[in-house]
């Protein structure tokens, strides 16, 4: 005669079904958890045990040749990348307002003016943009962007930030409840009236943390302006690093840049994620 298992017998672990056995999924999770963070600390133990700090201190964080770049890395080249990224990101700013205005126009011209532009300098890669300001003479004889250096940097940031600035404020101006505007007709203020006193000033504030955001993408865009062949008083960050590093045949003064870069981008980007959450709150 068989022996039948009693109930107690057939069940498995406490929840789980009766009939099976096996780990319960908080458990599979710590268990799966402990293994990722021992892969963890076996790479990074690998790793310091391979890399030679003695080497990589020498050529990277050499105190000395750190040093040198000092006081000219923020009165030159700090100042520099500045007023090339604050410059691009007002005229980007204006050029992206109206090219955003004209992508709602009901006038069709206007509509496709703005798509073929913000389509164009969307798609071009912003290298080659800087490339063609660079050769741009050679297209037009006697032709000189105003503010020589500065003006032409800040003209192929201004190419690049407002074809994306143009559908950010689109969006923004799209936010604005049309309500503000048939309520502003009605008090007998014209449409352009309205556009400017009521919905672009909201739009505006709408869009001020894309906005910051599209500023640190063309503050990392300034670097770009080392291809327009720029040197003395006229260098950026990247530029002055790398004359800096072929000068001293060492790759301190580009760790250096680094360093200031993330000095500026870090906080605007810390600015931009808290103006983010602030808006959402408010909403």
């Known amino acids: 005669m068989t022996e039948q298992s009693t109930p107690a017998e057939s069940a498995g672990p406490a929840g789980a079904p009766p009939g099976r056995t096996g780990l319960s999924p908080r458990k ?62 007002f005229f980007a700013f204006l050029l992206g ?12 011209p206007y509509r496709w003016i703005a798509i073929a532009y913000i389509e164009i300098f969307r798609g ?24 020589g250096t500065y003006g032409q940097g800040i003209l192929g940031l201004t190419i690049v930030g407002s074809a994306y600035m143009a559908e950010t404020l689109r969006a923004g101006l799209q ?18 009236r309205a556009m400017t006193t009521i919905v672009i000033p909201q739009a505006v504030r709408i869009v001020i943390p894309p906005t910051t955001n599209q500023f640190v993408s063309l503050l990392k865009d300034s670097s770009l302006v080392l291809f327009l062949g720029v040197s003395g008083d006229y260098v950026e960050l990247t530029k002055f690093g790398n004359d800096m590093a072929s000068t001293f045949a060492n790759a301190t003064p ?3 840049v680094g360093v200031t870069y993330l000095l500026v981008t870090i906080p605007l980007g810390y600015l931009a994620s808290r103006l983010e959450k602030r808006q959402a709150r408010g909403r």
Do not use: C
């Open 175 to 192: 936010a604005v409840p049309k309500g503000q505007m048939e309520a502003a007709r009605s008090l007998g203020m014209s449409h352009a």
């Open 28 to 89: 599979k999770q710590q268990i799966s958890r402990i293994v990722q963070y021992v892969v963890l600390v076996a790479v990074v133990v690998f790793l310091a045990l391979r890399i030679e700090w003695g080497q990589l201190a020498e050529n990277f964080a050499k105190p000395e040749v750190a040093a040198e770049t000092l006081p000219d890395l923020f009165t030159v080249a700090l100042k520099n990348t500045i007023i090339y990224s604050v410059g691009g990101f």
């Open 254 to 256: 580009i760790l250096v």
């Open 97 to 108: 307002l109206l090219f955003a205005l004209m992508r709602m126009s009901s006038v069709r």
């Open 124 to 147: 071009l890669p912003a290298l080659l943009i800087f490339l063609l300001i660079l050769f741009l003479p050679l297209a037009l004889p006697g032709f000189e962007v105003p503010g």
